[in-house]
């Protein structure tokens, strides 16, 4: 079992910048380094959408074309924790936000897009961008 808690979210005008954090834990959690790890959305009314994605070697990662060039994924293996950074906020990214991740046994540079790729979801945060 993995549980992830993100944090980080909040009220913020347009223009501005957040970071998320996804920090992991459990029984069977030992390093980001073992997953694959994505970020995704959820506007009211609409359906969950994938933000930003990671793979478990570090060094593939893509971004819905909505946020490309202003979101950054990124995580911090000794802290066990996954980072959204996002800047030039617009209203359009008022979402909640949910971090993922799906344990990878081999090695290599893959990423997963879909929702129903992940495995363990954390709880989400809200971020609303006001103009």
């Known amino acids: 079992q993995v549980q992830l808690v993100e944090s980080g979210g909040g009220l913020v005008q347009a223009g501005g910048s957040l970071r998320l954090s996804c920090a992991a834990s459990?029984?069977?959690?030992?390093?980001?380094?073992?997953?694959?790890t994505g970020w995704f959305r959820q506007a009211p009314g609409k359906e969950r959408e994938f933000v930003a994605v990671?793979?478990?070697?570090?060094?593939?990662?893509d971004y819905a074309d909505s946020v490309k060039g202003r979101y950054t994924i990124s995580r911090e293996n000794a802290k066990n924790t996954m980072y959204l950074q996002m800047n030039s906020l617009k209203p359009a990214d008022t979402a909640v936000y949910y971090c993922a991740v799906r344990p990878i046994y081999s090695r290599g540079s893959m990423i997963f897009h879909h929702e129903n790729e992940y495995v363990y979801w954390g709880q989400g945060t809200q971020v609303t961008v006001t103009s």
């Open positions: 990671q793979s478990r070697s570090g060094d593939n990662t």
């Open positions: 459990g029984p069977t959690f030992s390093t980001f380094s073992e997953y694959a």
